[in-house]
């Protein structure tokens, strides 16, 4: 998208009518399903069978489409209010803007049924414990529109990358549900479009929506803030793009690993909680809590020295130039540093959803959300930073609420399971960061040592990648050194159980090989 798109259309079409509105409402779906549905249904599927969980799975369904119908009817007729109230553009400084983004949303709208009932397809396969098919829905919607833009650029010019876009990301939402429909083939029988407000499960997963749905919005009302209301009266355009393209990292490794362990765990939580082992969870949390913080906080002193090369190895090119690099490289760097508190964060929320607590866990992520908001408003409109500051001042916002919110989740789930005491923690933490700065430091000095070699080549990409290779040796025997010395024993425990478990496989294929000769 950086490559094809300009920073206006980048800014109209993606980040304000896709990953600001139809992915907003998007995640306010599946951030409902996932902690409200999904142990409810977990609970009827292992009390009663399939039968009684898919009649309460084929009530949500029914009722997220009953929704659905008249939200995406709204947005596809009069797209131009939600311009007027998600941005500040003028039809004097933005015309262009506010045709495009309202063009967009009104084509965009339909997306809304696949993603969103895909959500709760995700959630079932998930309470089957088929993982990867529910993942791989997710992947394939954003294949689509990477295959749309291309072919939309490639095919028939740079002018219809945009459509494209639009294509693909409608195709890929259908595509979503189908990934998921195959995952479920020998369950689809179930599937009934019904209604049945009567069911106990229904009521019991309303209770648990309730508070959910005020802190969720909330949640999504200051991404809207912060990415395209705060930025939009800025005469200056890319700087969402910029703002958006700098989340791009952060959120990939969140999606990837502790979002994705927070999925694969809760079910396991569920079991845990319904048979009252306040212990075991309370071990598996901080132990894997541990393991993520161990790997991310040495992770982001690396990314603040190689911020640069990164970006411009992964989207310089086309529309994507110099100052464009800039505000994306600072805003990465800034936006990486969330990484540790997310990842708590995405074990603790799992956590206190296995144990059907949410109103603490609502009242913190709209506290630490206000925070955010109140810091952005505070850079760009008391103190009228300038425009490489503000994405700063976002990001660094953003990144400081989501560390105060973490804190305090480990704090009140302390009180139903033993996680992260105290005394232990502020150790691991102390050596942790202590190992950050060796691998810090040893990534400053590999770039610095890099330059005052001769034989750094012209082909910029080319020079971006080693840059990169020698930042991330420099980076990683910091690393290394700091665990060894420190005794941070959970990466070299991940180590282990990873080639142990690799060799565990190649014993049982030689095993098979011997057997079948």
Known sequence: ????????????IYAFAFENCIFSIFLIAQEIVGPAFLPVFKRELDLHGDDVAWRFANT????????????????MWQPEWFVSIWTEWTPE????????????LRRLAPALFGLALGATTYSILNGYKRFFLAAFGDAVWKFAAAGGILAGALFWGEKTAALGLIAGLLLGSVLKVGT??????DKIRFFRPRLYLNDPAVRAMLWLTLPLILGIVFAKVRDIFNNVYILSPLDSAGLMQANSMG?????????????????????FFCEMVDRRDHKQLGEVVTHAGRMLLSIFIPFCAVILFLAMPLTSLLFRGGEFQELAVQRTALSTACYT???PAAAIEALTMQAFFANRRMVSVIVAGIVFSALSMLISWLGLRVFEVGEMASLAVIAGGFALSRALKSTTLVVLLRRSAPVFPFGPTVLFLLRTILTAILAGGGTWLALRLWTAVPLVTSL???NDLLQLAVGGIGGGAGAIAGWSIFRVREPFEMARW???????????RLEQTKGAL
């Open 60 to 75: 949500l369904l029914t009722l997220q489409l009953i929704i659905l119908i008249p939200v995406v009817a709204v947005l």
């Open 93 to 104: 400084r933005n015309a262009e803007q506010i045709r495009l983004g309202a063009t967009a």
């Open 180 to 185: 998921h429909i195959v995952g479920l083939r």
């Open 337 to 339: 540093l969330v990484l």
């Open 498 to 508: 990873a080639l142990d478990k690799t060799a565990g496989r190649l014993r049982q």
């Open 1 to 12: 998208m950086g490559h094809y798109l300009s920073g206006v259309a980048y800014d109209a």
């Open 247 to 267: 989340r791009r990292l952060q959120s990939t490794i969140n999606w990837l690993i502790p979002y994705t362990l927070g999925i694969a765990a809760f079910p």
């Open 460 to 462: 910029r990409h080319i």
